[in-house]
């Protein structure tokens, strides 16, 4: 029998802390029980203590930079940040990308930047262009690129581009949200502006919406 397919997703970080006491009632002159009630029984405990072990488990890691990175993701991908940045009508898939970036960590440079907010705002063409932002990638060594077939290497924050027509540039790009990995494959799910969306499957993406499309993917150190 297959196990469940393995989730991996925007993980919500949340410590909370339950803190369980005992109240102590004290009757005031006197600590026997009332007349005719018998005292209550002192329980004792028969459980086999349970060992300790040797060791624990390692926690794991958690890349914090990503859990930023998505949470602004999955906060603006419907609601667009024009408090701080600008807004490519009709072609704001790129713009959306990068400021995923800026919130992951990443600082602006000569090549790769924008500024303003709103309808009124500048920006270098990697900020807004896909073919432009894949060229910037691979020249910069920002990101590693992967095919399709290197499914297996994608994570969680990592870019994805496609092209639609198969000319060789790049005609979308987004955010990976979700990954799921099970005995049949690789499953990836993106954000993005433009065709805005939390969770698209890539697979849908290069079947339905575009037929005949190829997903390319950016992997982020």
Not at 87 to 97: A, E, K, L, M
Not at 125 to 145: E, H
Not at 171 to 176: N, P, R, S
Request: proline share 5%; with cysteine.
């Amino acid at each position: 029998m297959l196990s469940r397919p393995t989730r991996i997703g925007l993980v919500a970080l949340a410590v909370g802390g339950v803190i369980a006491g005992a109240a102590a009632l004290t009757s005031v002159g006197n600590d026997a029980p009332p007349a005719g009630r018998a005292a209550a029984p002192t329980p004792t405990d028969t459980a086999t203590p349970r060992a300790t072990p040797d060791a624990t488990a390692a926690p794991v890691a958690v890349d914090l930079a990503v859990q930023k990175q998505l949470a602004y993701v999955l906060a603006h991908w419907k609601s667009y940040n024009v408090a701080e940045y600008g807004v490519v009508t009709h072609n704001d898939c790129v713009n959306f990308t990068n400021q995923s970036l800026i919130a992951r960590g990443w600082k602006m440079d000569a090549e790769w930047r924008t500024k303003g907010t709103g309808a009124s705002f500048s920006y270098s063409k990697p900020w807004v262009s896909s073919t432009s932002l894949m060229r910037y990638l691979g020249d910069s060594g920002r990101a590693t690129a992967l095919t399709d077939a290197q499914r297996d290497q994608v994570k969680l924050g990592d870019v994805v581009q496609f092209d639609w027509d198969k000319s060789g540039d790049r005609d979308h790009t987004g955010i990976v949200t979700r990954i799921d990995k099970t005995a049949a494959g690789v499953q990836i799910y993106y954000a993005g502006h433009t065709d805005d969306t939390d969770y698209l499957s890539v697979d849908y993406a290069i079947t339905t919406k575009h037929p005949g499309g190829r997903a390319y993917y950016w992997s982020i150190p």
